[in-house]
């Protein structure tokens, strides 16, 4: 059996952490291209400017478009080779950080978030768009990050909506990476650049993924209250720094090497229904989950516990909270189809799935979170 794992070369978290993003640019040279919007930019400027003082380096700013496009990565890559820049810097959400990572091509990259909404910082893949908005493609590169490196002084900063949508992602690693264990289904972390054209064998997970996706779901039953707690009033505290690492770290790490399963597959189904278009990733995820627990009949005890952790801290637990106020059967079985395609992570589950039976667990995880909100 080929088991992979995959990891950044390094990751950094600390308050004011941004202060030595000056350092590590310098282990590549002098000059990094900075991929962020302007309103990012604005809002950290005094730290970028005040690091590249200390450390004797340059940003270059490229006025970022906002969407992870070809065309996009094929302008930076171009700047970045005018402007002989040693390193690129992917700093902001998710669209620039991808955007980071096409540019890059896997060498000499640092992810610097800004928000930790999702798990794709220390991943070695991307998503790319059309310049309309639309969804294009998957890139895989042939290794994660350089460096991830998280300032929670700034992430404390931000709206906690984006630390609770990030706790959403990360409530479903352990649950996914243990029905790919389960399956002996394959991970992301065998995938380098080019994989899909059969340069390289498929790869199954390691346990180490396992624990880090079972330590991650157990960070956030301890310490997810606190943690959102400590972001309504902007202040870093013990809680709020090991959420953040659960969110990007254990997650991103949990998910790329431990797999996925149902629950992003069924995000995938419900992003049909424009009623749920205003939710976020993270809480699209985390009414999946209840909805894959579901599906494959987990302990009363256990789903129980995921309702209410997920109540606790605002997460969505049917469809109402995302929008979704009436579904019809005809919009159930779209949503139910798209999940259950060939391609889906759905098929990782340790049993045969059909439209019939997800369309099933989305009713009754629907029902049953409903009800949990009136207890």
């Not at 995921?306 to 605002?314: C, P």
């Amino acid at each position: 059996m080929r088991k992979a794992f995959i990891a950044p070369t390094k990751y950094v978290q600390g308050e004011d952490e941004l202060l030595n993003l000056g350092y590590f640019v310098k282990t590549f040279g002098k000059k990094a291209l900075l991929i962020a919007n302007q309103e990012d930019v604005n809002r950290v400027r005094e730290k970028l400017e005040k690091t590249a003082e200390t450390f004797g380096i340059e940003f270059i700013e490229t006025n970022f478009h906002g969407e992870a496009s070809r065309v996009e990565a094929k302008r930076l890559q171009e700047l970045a080779k005018k402007e002989q820049c040693e390193c690129v810097i992917g700093l902001g959400g998710g669209k620039a950080i991808d955007t980071s990572k096409v540019v890059a091509e896997g060498k000499n990259l640092i992810i610097v978030p800004t928000i930790v909404a999702t798990d794709a910082p220390t991943s070695h893949s991307a998503v790319l768009y059309t310049e309309e908005g639309e969804f294009d493609d998957y890139a895989y590169f042939m290794q994660s990050p350089s460096v991830v490196l998280i300032d929670t002084t700034i992430i404390a900063q931000a709206p906690t909506r984006f630390l609770v949508s990030g706790m959403g992602d990360a409530l479903s690693t352990y649950f996914e990476a243990r029905a790919t264990t389960r399956a002996y289904a394959n991970v992301n972390a065998g995938l380098p650049c080019g994989a899909r054209e059969g340069v390289c064998p498929p790869a199954k997970s390691t346990n180490t993924a396992l624990a880090l996706a079972k330590l991650c779901y157990e960070t956030l039953l301890e310490d997810g209250l606190k943690a959102k707690e400590a972001s309504d009033l902007n202040v870093v505290t013990p809680a709020l720094e090991n959420i953040i690492e659960a969110n990007i770290l254990l997650s991103g790490l949990g998910f790329e090497s431990g797999g996925l399963a149902a629950v992003h597959a069924i995000h995938d189904g419900l992003t049909v229904l424009h009623e749920a278009h205003g939710a976020t990733h993270g809480e699209k995820v985390a009414f999946s989950v209840i909805c894959q627990l579901v599906l494959e009949n987990a302990p009363t005890q256990e789903l129980e516990e995921v309702l209410t952790f997920a109540n606790s801290i605002g997460l969505p637990v049917c469809l109402e909270d995302l929008g979704v106020k009436h579904i019809t059967d005809e919009q159930l079985t779209s949503v139910a189809e798209k999940a259950c395609i060939p391609e889906e992570s759905i098929h990782s589950m340790p049993f045969p799935i059909d439209v019939a039976s997800v369309k099933s667990a989305i009713m009754v995880a629907d029902a049953i979170g409903r009800k949990s909100k009136m207890a």
